[in-house]
């Protein structure tokens, strides 16, 4: 069971659960609370099926070796076999299949393509003809897929409707989910380019990968402020994690990891709080 967990990597989850949040606090307050833990449960099962999977295929494409810098990949390490651990991911895509009926019946088709969208490339990120991690697509996928569309696929399910508030958040929350990758593509550049992973790290050069840190940790704050000047307490921590990734080489980037994901959380639950009590909301 360890090893599962581990292969869900659960300090990843942030990615799914933030948008949701920030979404459903864009509807306060006639929130359905129903959808809501639809929705969040769905997020999750799909991020945690996209760990799966990029985690048995990175294995087999030969880019996880024994050399890798990162957090243990259980299949890399032994733990469970590259086929189990698609097993895993096919299972909670069903999950989420099923999660996301009642969604489709509220919101109709725009959720049923964001639904199959979004479970098809869980597999397409690391997998198929074409892999978006491995052409250096993935800032694009997590902006859209871990900020647009779950962001506003959130609000719709809650509204029937979508708003320039909407679009803006989930820009946010799709450049805080990027901070953590480009982080990651910073930290296993020299892995990557072995691998032929083609990221943009890969492809341009750590500085290009330090100014994209810099670019996505401040751009959320300035794409909200619109909405709700309360995110701004969370400034010091896209400070000290740009000045991190700045500093960071190799295995260090791990703790950069850490301050990105706190960021993340803490922007989220302070635009949560100011969405959903009206305290720091300038809407």
């Known amino acids: 069971m360890n090893s599962w967990f581990l292969a869900a990597r659960p300090k990843t989850l942030s990615a799914a659960i933030v948008p949701v949040l920030i979404g459903t606090s864009l509807a306060a307050p006639h929130i359905s609370w129903p959808l809501f833990a639809c929705t969040l449960i769905g997020a999750v099962l799909i991020q945690i099926a996209t760990n799966f999977i990029n985690d048995a295929l990175d294995f087999k494409k030969g880019t996880d070796t024994a050399e890798r810098l990162g957090p243990m990949r259980v299949t890399q390490a032994g733990l469970l076999s590259a086929d189990a651990v698609l097993r895993g991911a096919w299972i909670c895509l069903i999950g989420a299949a099923l999660c996301g009926i009642p969604l489709i019946v509220r919101a109709g088709w725009p959720l049923l393509a964001i639904g199959l969208a979004s479970m098809l490339l869980a597999y397409a990120y ?7 991690a491995y052409h250096g697509l993935g800032e694009l996928f997590v902006i859209l897929f871990f900020g647009v569309i779950a962001v506003g696929g959130t609000f719709y399910v809650q509204t029937l409707r979508y708003t320039r508030e909407a679009l803006l958040a989930g820009l946010a929350a799709g450049s805080l989910a990027t901070v953590l990758i480009v982080i990651n593509n910073l930290r296993d550049i020299e892995g990557d380019r072995r691998g032929n992973k083609r990221t943009l790290a890969a492809r341009f050069g750590e ?34 994690a740009i000045a991190c990734a700045t ?23 302070l635009f949560v709080i100011a969405c959903s009590f009206g305290f720091g909301a300038t809407r």
């Open 126 to 132: 690391t997998g198929g003809p074409m892999p978006l």
């Open 207 to 240: 500085t290009f990968a330090r100014i994209e840190v810099v670019v996505f940790a401040l751009a959320p704050f300035a794409l909200v402020f619109t909405i709700a000047w309360l995110p701004l307490i969370a400034l010091p921590l896209a400070l000290l």
């Open 247 to 269: 500093r960071g080489r190799g295995a260090a980037l791990n703790r950069c990891l850490g301050m990105a994901g706190a960021l993340q959380w803490a922007f989220g639950i």
